[in-house]
């Protein structure tokens, strides 16, 4: 289970990822973002080597905050070919240099979310070692159980959530997440797969 280490990063998650929403096409703001963290949890890898989070942000710099999920993983090497995922290195306090990528673009995070969509594996809690989030859950859309292959569904971010979000109107299933909107819990789809 995911162990979480009180420490530092240098350049911070919320510094790299300020820097790195600008310049994605579906960022709704103007100018540098001012983010605050909402929620999210947290995937384990078999392996022991990548981790990753899946965080729910809110960009508080806009008169209306805009909500964003941005799901990262963390490695200890960089992962060739991936360049374009990258959104930078940090310096982890007790890891040591760690690169950042756009989950979506990471192999073993692929692999992970299709385990989740299985059931294969559990969510964790984001900010609590060794814990599960039970706030997550898959949901399918009607007429689709669980027996559904998931190595053969297309996995999608859905990066600008709503609170009671479901997935798409073509989609099987979709991963729900928690985040806290105005001082309330709250839940949507912050991944599909059709």
Do not use: C
């Not at 981790?51 to 941005?70: Q, S």
């Not at 294969?120 to 007429?143: C, K, M, W, Y």
Request: net charge negative; no cysteine; glycine share 12%.
């Amino acid at each position: 289970m995911s162990e979480i280490f009180a420490t530092t990063m240098d350049p911070t998650k919320h510094q790299l990822i300020a820097a790195w929403l600008p310049r994605q096409d579906w960022f709704a703001g103007e100018g540098k973002p001012v983010l605050q963290t909402l929620g999210g949890f947290r995937l384990d890898d078999p392996a022991g080597d990548v981790g990753m989070e899946f965080i729910v942000v809110a960009d508080t710099a806009p008169a209306e905050p805009v909500i964003y999920h941005v799901p990262l993983s963390y490695r200890g090497a960089e992962l060739p070919g991936a360049e374009a995922s990258l959104l930078g290195t940090s310096e982890h306090g007790v890891l040591g240099v760690r690169w950042i990528y756009d989950g979506e673009g990471d192999p073993v995070w692929q692999a992970q979310v299709r385990a989740l969509l299985a059931g294969d594996v559990a969510a964790q809690h984001q900010n609590i070692s060794h814990t599960l989030e039970p706030l997550v859950g898959v949901d399918r859309a009607a007429g689709q159980g669980t027996g559904e292959a998931a190595g053969n569904r297309k996995t999608t971010v859905i990066r600008r959530p709503v609170a009671g979000g479901a997935g798409s109107s073509g989609a099987a299933a979709w991963v729900s997440s928690p985040w806290t909107e105005a001082g309330e819990p709250v839940r949507g789809a912050v991944i599909e797969f059709s």
